[in-house]
């Protein structure tokens, strides 16, 4: 069993920035590779980014690319987004996500075991 907890969600403006951080427990960290999705309301829960066990690779969503960096302490056993240049439709519930290792399926939800209870990011322009 893990348990992820998110923090740092704030109400910013627009071209703000704004760092995430995802703390786990449990089971050893740096077995899982981690994910960050977003849910606005009346939308499907999103893929934002993702980062493997490893650390060696990450991914983005094409929306967030080039803003947004995923990163990992394992000291700490915490995972971080990181969002520059903030806009509007950046606005969401913000979900931490623990997955097992495996080659393929990063930006798919269901493979994520472990959630977080999310924290509310809100921009506005």
């Known amino acids: 069993q893990v348990t992820l907890v998110e923090s740092g969600g704030e109400f910013v403006q627009a071209g703000d920035s704004l760092t995430l951080s995802c703390t786990a427990s449990?089971?050893?960290?740096?077995?899982?590779?981690f994910g960050w999705f977003r849910q606005a309301p009346g939308k499907e829960r999103e893929f934002v980014a993702a980062?493997?066990?490893?650390?060696?690779?990450?991914f983005y969503a094409n929306s967030v690319k080039g803003r947004f960096t995923i990163s990992r302490d394992n000291a700490k056993n915490t995972v971080y987004l990181q969002m520059n240049t903030l806009k509007p439709e950046d606005t969401a519930v913000y979900f931490c996500?623990?997955?097992?290792?495996?080659?393929?399926?990063?930006?798919?939800?269901?493979?994520?075991?472990?959630w977080g209870q999310g924290t509310q990011v809100a921009v506005s322009s």
């Open positions: 980062l493997r066990g490893d650390g060696t690779k990450t």
């Open positions: 996500a623990a997955r097992f290792p495996g080659p393929s399926g990063w930006t798919e939800k269901e493979r994520y075991a472990y």
């Open positions: 449990g089971r050893t960290f740096s077995l899982f590779g």
